[in-house]
């Protein structure tokens, strides 16, 4: 029966790919409702790129992007100058690399499980491991945390493209071993995608070494050295700029936050507390937290951006199945696959439990597309534990049950993209920049209120302001008539709100200044503006307030 079903498994794992890419980039310009802060920054760095071959600080091909004094990692900036050249500067450009490289992953996804279900000495029979590895496919084409990912320019999306796809060459390569120089050379290109791989890729790679040391031993251990060379040899240049200038990123997110602040609370009420133990706490916390069932099931990453509300990261139908895939590797699988995908599994979380806030969906991506494969795995070996009369009725009743979740899903998603999320996108800025370009040009000078964080990189970017201009004479507080103010709690950069400051005197100017606050600094200033208009984001929220400031 079951061969009945997928027939042809190549046709079949063509239609999931056009399924996948089809919900990763359809309506992406408008879904998510904006641009957030970092994919304006790529989009305009990538633009900036594409043109004078120069981030927006005049810095020639960067290998980190100084951005927002986060440095950005290098792939998606580059990946992303071509469709910017090719298409113009704009949401669909911008969030292109990430929507293609997702729907590859599902595309790559299977031919790796392929090569892992080829040498568990589980299965007897192609057909029936290309229908493991096309449902694995399939389950990552409809999953959450797949598909959030994909929609929006994330640099971790297409870093794990590059984790896939080397992992693929790697098991490959313990038949051939020339598949090890392209399995690290893309796991260096992994490197240069996103963070969180600095601290998951070794120890990943250190579990396959233990795993397969035996038939690397076999095929001779300097073929793979070669391999481990070419990936040093390929990082050597970002080492230096991470261990310098773009330690600042992990500065802002690391665990030690956290742990300071313990120590303060506890310190003020009088508590001695022991730093190692309490790193060693907080770690472990911020670990479990990320198998958590509400994270995974339930609820999901408390950040709008990194999942939908009202629901987890993987659907609850999959419970069982995943358990009975844990199951299956535990006890049929052999010993190299086992610790492969257990040290996949266990590893991934890593990068979050050693920063804040967690659990953390974005930093613990790299653990796809393991739930997919074990679920997968559980979904047919359950199959095969029923007797022919009754697996029908179960196929049928696992494909509503998946429907029904997905339906539920994109419904969800939609609905929290363009309802609940919205300030989590940076939702209004686009609408703003619309009636600004609008008004300008009666106006001396123009005050953007900083109260939401970053404005001038949306003013670069919809204005499609000219990259060597801003490198010469443009910074984060102005550039052209336009005039930047700052938020509160950004104490390192810029912390200058506009409701207690004279706005003329901010400006520099005397003559007519057209003014964009939010409704905090407004209430504030109200006495000196003459409101034009609200600018409201897709919840009907008012955001802005545009006025001139009176003579």
Same mark, same amino acid.
């Given at each position: ?38 994919? &304006? ?33 290098? /792939? ?6 071509? =469709? ?17 490289? +997702?729907?590859?992953? %599902? ?57 896939? *796809? +080397? ?34 890729? =070794?120890?990943?790679? *250190? ?39 773009? &330690? ?17 609370? #506890?310190? @003020? ?20 937290? @990320?198998?958590?069932? @509400? ?29 009975? +895939? ?18 996949? $599994? ?18 613990? /991506?790299?653990?796809? =597309?393991?739930?997919?494969? $074990?679920?997968?795995?559980? %979904? ?12 029908? *009725?179960?196929? %049928?009743?696992?494909? /509503? $049950? ?23 996108? &940076? ?68 912390? @200058? ?5 004279? $706005? ?12 964009? *606050? ?18 409201? #984001? ?14």
């Amino acid at each position: 029966m079951i061969r009945k079903i997928f027939g042809n498994y190549k046709i079949w794992l063509f239609i999931i790919v056009i399924f996948a890419g089809i919900f990763r980039f359809y309506k992406i310009d408008k879904v998510p409702v904006s641009l957030y802060w970092d994919e &304006a920054a790529i989009g305009y760095n990538a633009y900036s790129i594409s043109t004078t071959f120069k981030d927006e600080y005049g810095t020639f091909l960067p290998l980190l992007f100084r951005s927002y004094d986060d440095y950005k990692m290098p /792939l998606n900036v580059y990946l992303t100058a071509l =469709p910017v050249r090719l298409m113009g500067l704009n949401e669909f450009a911008v969030r292109f690399p990430s929507a293609a490289f +997702g729907t590859l992953t %599902v595309l790559i996804s299977f031919f790796l499980v392929g090569q892992l279900l080829e040498k568990s000495n589980w299965l007897k029979g192609i057909k029936y491991k290309n229908i493991i590895a096309f449902l694995s496919s399939f389950f990552l084409a409809i999953s959450p945390w797949h598909i959030q990912f994909s929609r929006a320019g994330f640099e971790a999306n297409i870093s794990l493209f590059f984790v896939v *796809l +080397g992992a693929y060459f790697f098991f490959k390569g313990l038949k051939k071993y020339k598949h090890y120089l392209f399995s690290f050379i893309f796991f260096a290109l992994a490197c240069y995608g996103y963070r969180s791989v600095h601290v998951f890729l =070794p120890v990943l790679l *250190l579990g396959f070494f233990m795993a397969w040391k035996k038939e690397l031993v076999k095929n001779g251990l300097y073929k793979v050295g070669l391999g481990v060379f070419l990936f040093g040899f390929l990082i050597v240049p970002l080492l230096n700029p991470l261990m310098h200038e773009g &330690a600042s990123r992990f500065q802002q997110t690391s665990i030690s936050i956290r742990v300071n602040e313990v120590a303060l609370n #506890n310190f @003020q009420k009088g508590i001695y507390t022991n730093l190692k133990v309490l790193y060693g706490k907080i770690f472990l916390q911020n670990y479990i937290s @990320q198998f958590s069932p @509400q994270f995974l099931f339930t609820s999901g990453d408390p950040n709008g951006r990194h999942s939908p509300r009202g629901m987890g990261l993987l659907y609850l139908w999959e419970i069982p199945f995943l358990l009975t +895939g844990l199951y299956v590797v535990f006890k049929y699988f052999s010993f190299p696959v086992k610790i492969t995908m257990l040290t996949w $599994l266990l590893v991934a979380p890593l990068p979050a439990a050693l920063s804040v806030p967690a659990p953390h969906a974005l930093r613990s /991506l790299n653990i796809l =597309p393991i739930p997919q494969i $074990l679920t997968a795995i559980g %979904v047919f070996y359950i199959f095969f534990t029923f007797t022919k009369s009754i697996r029908k *009725l179960y196929v %049928v009743t696992l494909i /509503l $049950l998946i429907v029904l979740f997905f339906v539920r899903y994109v419904n969800l998603y939609n609905f929290s993209n363009t309802k609940n999320n919205v300030v989590d996108w &940076a939702d209004g800025y686009k609408q703003l920049t619309k009636y600004i370009f609008a008004k300008e040009e009666a106006y001396n000078k123009v005050i953007i209120s900083g109260h939401y964080w970053e404005p001038y990189v949306f003013f670069l970017f919809y204005k499609k302001y000219d990259p060597k201009l801003y490198q010469e004479h443009g910074t984060s507080y102005g550039f052209g008539k336009y005039v930047f103010g700052g938020t509160s709690w950004d104490k390192d950069k810029n912390s @200058q709100e506009l409701g207690n400051v004279n $706005l003329r005197e901010f400006a520099k100017t005397s003559r007519r200044l057209l003014v964009a *606050l939010s409704p905090q600094e407004y209430d504030a200033q109200k006495e000196n503006i003459n409101k034009l208009t609200e600018i409201k #984001n897709h919840n009907n929220e008012t955001v802005f307030i545009v006025g001139e400031v009176k003579f």
